[in-house]
């Protein structure tokens, strides 16, 4: 072993056969099955410097991850290893990765690059998704379908067809009839609804989410463009592979269609996000994809958990149809095998939940140490209250983001629209802020900018309506010394928010509140170079709002973590607790009808179970509530352990009840019969 390479030191042999795997261009494909707390972040990010430590160009490498922090996390990563070697010259080198982002991201990016060789306007703006779906009810009612004498489907719901087509590459009829069966009947509506919605897109040089990928897609399915796309990177590595959907699997495929130099990273038994169109065939058929040329490496030594939580996860997971076989393993030895409780119903689990928080945190383990975990957001009702009436302070993931709210997006609204004028629905926005401008005046205003006219002069010559000529000039003046730059960014921000002030106080009662949320907007906007990046950027990767916790705890404090699955995914806990682990909850009911279905609820499960390091409780109310049964009388069930814990592994887990049973003197465990004869009472009353 050379003296360089004890930076590799710290791997364990699977990880290090994988970071050694063919450094050159010609490399062939690599899929690492990395299984939960197996330290896959931390091999991507050797593996990326071990590449740029044997001469690969980082400007010819393209690290695609799920987040912008985590494509920023796995740079700080690369450099720290890469300086064990290059000293000083790593910040150099990582600095020049300046691939490494979201698969969005990169395809806005690229999109922009090649922009006039695809008919795209280098100047387009991206739609949020409640953009997308207010231009998908302009489109609806444009087409009359709000006026329908049968409910047509919600413009959400149409952004939601729309998207799952785009995103699982399948025929519209198919989509309705396997996730939205009630919309159905609506097929011929929706398909001229779509076509027009991307008409709508198309006259006002805007892209929203999906189109990212999917121009993307359509982009490299021409030869010569997949060629020169392709040929820009020596090395192409995925993170989270299992989370990808058809749109991302055929942009990879077209980039790199014989493999070399791809490299993805997974685990199948964490596929969990088919709702967004993930398919966990992706990570599945990846061998088949190359074969016989790409190599597999399995990563099966856990640093997470005990192992008695591990061989009780196992065994859960050992019961899927169809995965790439791992066992993981741990040094972490412990007596504490996972709890399953069994409880009455709802209120006592948050009873037993709350009363078990304090005990740990008695014993040292902090609340921010300790979490929550349910299938759905609204089972953790009961145990809200509960924690509420102790004061036990929480904080449940899920809160609003920055482009969730009104007085952030009219800002963003403004930059939009002078970054791109024929963005109706940033226009629409924009206009009603002013003083005086309804609907039909901003309709007026943004049909004379659909033809090319100058923006500032077409605002100008407008004649408003009497009731908005005060306010009017304000905004033309404004507009005019954005689009003339002449402030240069990041003080264009601050001039939209000087004007913006004075119609927050109009528009908003907690108006100081919301200005706090616009003072924050400003530091974030000073980090990017750009409007156009800054804009791109925010909305593809929003951070959370500062007026939109689900609490007043602050950073400071501690307090406990309430998440449903889905977000605890990537996350770890000493202590975890999971909510109505019963059939009807976990397999959640609406399931239980599809196999598919049925083995992501199993995974589910698995990834919940793996989530906690020290000790794990499988709550099971024998009673619980179900939502939406009011009509039917009877609004609670009676449940079973889930199936997805059968008897012939129950000795990998331990038994408990709440609350425990306690003898007292004159009950029936004494032997001396009830204390209170009900049964003789209610003879009595009929003697």
């Not at 609204?378 to 482009?403: A, D, W, Y």
């Not at 012939?648 to 029936?668: D, R």
Request: proline share 5%.
């Amino acid at each position: 072993m050379t003296a360089t390479a004890a930076y590799l030191d710290t791997l364990n042999p699977a990880q290090r056969h994988a970071v050694e795997h063919g450094v050159a261009s010609a490399a062939g494909p690599l899929l690492v099955i990395a299984g939960a707390g197996s330290g896959k972040t931390n091999t991507l990010a050797h593996r990326v410097a071990h590449l740029i430590v044997n001469g690969a160009d980082p400007r010819r490498i393209l690290l695609l991850t799920f987040s912008r922090r985590a494509a920023s996390e796995m740079t700080r990563r690369v450099e720290r290893i890469a300086r064990k070697v290059l000293g000083d010259s790593a910040a150099v080198m990582t600095e020049a990765l300046s691939w490494a982002g979201t698969f969005h991201g990169v395809g806005a990016r690229l999109l922009r690059d090649h922009a006039e060789q695809i008919g795209l306007d280098p100047n387009f703006t991206i739609h949020d998704r409640e953009d997308s779906a207010d231009l998908m009810n302009l489109v609806r009612h444009e087409l009359g379908f709000s006026k329908t004498e049968k409910r047509f489907p919600t413009k959400g719901t149409c952004l939601s067809i729309y998207s799952r087509a785009v995103n699982a590459g399948l025929p519209l009829d198919e989509v309705l009839g396997d996730a939205f069966p009630w919309c159905a009947a609506w097929a011929a509506e929706l398909k001229a609804m779509f076509a027009g919605y991307v008409e709508a897109k198309q006259r006002q040089s805007v892209l929203d989410y999906d189109d990212l990928l999917l121009y993307w897609a359509q982009m490299v399915a021409e030869p010569a463009f997949a060629a020169e796309v392709g040929a820009r990177f020596d090395h192409v590595l995925v993170d989270e592979y299992q989370d990808t959907n058809a749109l991302q699997a055929s942009i990879l495929l077209a980039l790199k269609p014989d493999g070399r130099g791809l490299t993805v990273v997974g685990d199948d038994a964490q596929s969990i996000y088919s709702f967004r169109a993930a398919t966990v065939r992706n990570i599945l058929d990846f061998p088949g994809h190359f074969s016989p040329r790409a190599r597999i490496v399995t990563l099966e030594q856990n640093y997470r958990s005990t192992q008695p939580l591990l061989a009780a996860a196992n065994a859960v997971i050992g019961y899927a149809s169809e995965r790439y076989a791992k066992d993981l393993w741990s040094e972490r030895a412990s007596h504490e095998r996972p709890l399953l409780v069994g409880v009455r119903d709802e209120i006592e689990q948050a009873n037993y939940v709350a009363t078990q928080v304090l005990a740990n945190r008695e014993d040292g383990i902090a609340l921010k140490s300790q979490a929550v975990l349910f299938r759905a957001s609204h089972h953790s009702g009961p145990l809200e209250v509960e924690l509420t009436r102790r004061n036990i302070p929480f904080v449940k993931f899920g809160g609003l983001k920055f482009l969730d709210s009104a007085h952030v997006k009219d800002v963003l609204a403004v930059l939009r629209f002078v970054e791109n004028p024929r963005d109706r629905v940033a226009g629409f926005r924009v206009l009603q802020v002013v003083d005086g401008i309804g609907p039909a005046s901003a309709g007026r205003v943004l049909d004379r900018l659909t033809d090319g006219t100058d923006m500032v002069e077409a605002l100008g010559t407008f004649t408003p309506p009497a009731r908005a000529a005060e306010a009017w000039p304000d905004f033309v003046a404004t507009v005019g010394e954005l689009r003339g730059s002449r402030s240069g960014w990041p003080t264009e921000l601050d001039l939209v928010r000087r004007w913006y002030e004075p119609h927050l106080e109009r528009r908003h009662e907690d108006a100081a509140a919301r200005q706090a949320d616009l003072v924050q907007l400003a530091q974030i906007a000073a980090s990017y170079s750009s409007r156009e990046r800054f804009l791109t950027e925010l909305t593809l990767d929003p951070p959370d709002a500062t007026s939109g916790e689900a609490n007043s705890t602050h950073l400071d404090e501690d307090y406990l973590i309430l998440s449903t699955i889905h977000s605890a995914k990537g996350q770890e806990w000493k202590s975890v607790f999971v909510l109505n682990t019963v059939d009807g909850c976990i397999p959640i009911d609406l399931a239980v009808g599809d196999k598919d279905d049925i083995e992501e609820e199993r995974r589910l499960l698995y990834v919940a179970m793996t989530r906690a390091k020290d000790s794990l409780h499988l709550v099971m109310p024998q009673r619980f509530f179900i939502h939406g049964q009011a009509a039917r009388g009877d609004r609670h069930v009676y449940a079973a352990r889930t199936r997805f814990i059968p008897p012939a592994i129950l000795g990998l887990f331990a038994g408990a009840s709440w609350p425990p049973a306690v003898a007292q003197a004159g009950t029936a465990a004494s032997g001396t019969g009830p204390r209170i004869d009900i049964g003789a009472r209610m003879r009595g009353m009929w003697r």
